[in-house]
């Protein structure tokens, strides 16, 4: 099993800049991509940005240039950096580590932080 804790949410002015982290423990080696999701209230799940183990990023159009992603392999963690935040950014942030079981690959997700962008 896997398992993703997410911190760094909070409530931010429009313009400003929060940070996300999130830490997988468990079956780490089962991981290969990490990602964020966000959902708002009343739309579905969206990517918001993916990193494999290599270093290869994947952004949504809506935050390229403003938010990056990274990855720490040796502390299983990966980070969403957010610069120039939007009232649109509003949303649950969710970490995604799909794992290997062996046959298939399987969606892991963390509990979610709260992004709240006052304009």
Same mark, same amino acid.
């Given at each position: 099993?896997?398992?993703?804790?997410?911190?760094?949410?909070?409530?931010?002015?429009?313009g400003?800049?929060?940070?996300?982290?999130?830490?997988?423990?468990?079956?780490?080696?089962?991981?290969s *991509?990490?990602?964020? &999701?966000?959902? =708002? @209230?009343?739309?579905?799940?969206?990517?918001?940005?993916?990193?494999?183990?290599? !270093? #290869?990023?994947v952004?949504?159009?809506?935050?390229?240039?403003?938010?990056?992603?990274?990855?720490?392999?040796?502390?299983?963690?990966?980070?969403?950096?957010?610069?120039?935040?939007?009232?649109?950014? *509003?949303?649950?942030? &969710?970490?995604? =580590? @799909?794992r290997?079981?062996?046959?298939?690959?399987?969606?892991?997700?963390?509990? !979610? #932080?709260?992004?709240?962008?006052?304009?």
């Open positions: 099993q896997v398992q993703l804790v997410e911190s760094g949410g909070g409530l931010v002015q429009a400003g800049s929060l940070r996300l982290s999130c830490v997988a423990s468990g079956r780490t080696s089962s991981i *991509t990490m990602g964020w &999701y966000r959902q =708002a @209230p009343g739309k579905q799940r969206e990517l918001v940005a993916s990193i494999t183990s290599v !270093g #290869t990023t952004y949504a159009d809506s935050v390229k240039g403003r938010f990056t992603i990274s990855r720490d392999n040796a502390k299983n963690s990966v980070n969403l950096q957010m610069h120039s935040l939007k009232p649109e950014d *509003t949303a649950v942030y &969710y970490c995604n =580590a @799909p290997w079981d062996g046959y298939r690959w399987l969606e892991v997700w963390g509990q !979610g #932080t709260l992004v709240t962008v006052s304009s």
